[in-house]
């Protein structure tokens, strides 16, 4: 089975940083794309950030210039580095990844997520 786990999440005081790492493990192939997204309870999930295996990366309004996805194609992981915190960035952030398995067409599979909360 394919498998995303995210870890790195914490407790950090505004303007602090934190690095996010997700891994995607099992018989997962082809990696399109990598993202992450965050969720505040009583809120729908949002886009973070994502990267394509080419490298294009593409990020949403609010963390632009505070945090870099990067990626590592052979280890199919993902990094979040996340700097200048504020506490609105408090969620809980989740990993995906868009990948083929054996006979299969791709699908997208994500993680269970990781809790980030930042203090004031």
């Known amino acids: 089975q394919v498998q995303v786990v995210e870890s790195g999440g914490g407790l950090v005081q505004a303007g602090g940083s934190l690095r996010l790492t997700c891994v995607a493990s099992?018989?997962?192939?082809?990696?399109?794309?990598m993202g992450w997204y965050r969720r505040v309870p009583g809120k729908q999930r949002e886009l973070v950030a994502t990267?394509?295996?080419?490298?294009?990366?593409n990020y949403a309004d609010s963390v632009k210039g505070r945090f870099t996805i990067s990626r590592d194609n052979a280890k199919n992981t993902a990094y979040l580095e996340m700097s200048s915190l504020k506490p609105e960035d408090t969620a809980v952030y989740y990993c995906n990844a868009d990948g083929f398995t054996p006979g299969r067409r791709a699908s997208l599979y994500w993680g269970q997520g990781t809790q980030v909360t930042v203090s004031s």
């Open positions: 099992g018989p997962i192939f082809s990696i399109a794309s």
């Open positions: 990267i394509t295996s080419g490298g294009i990366t």
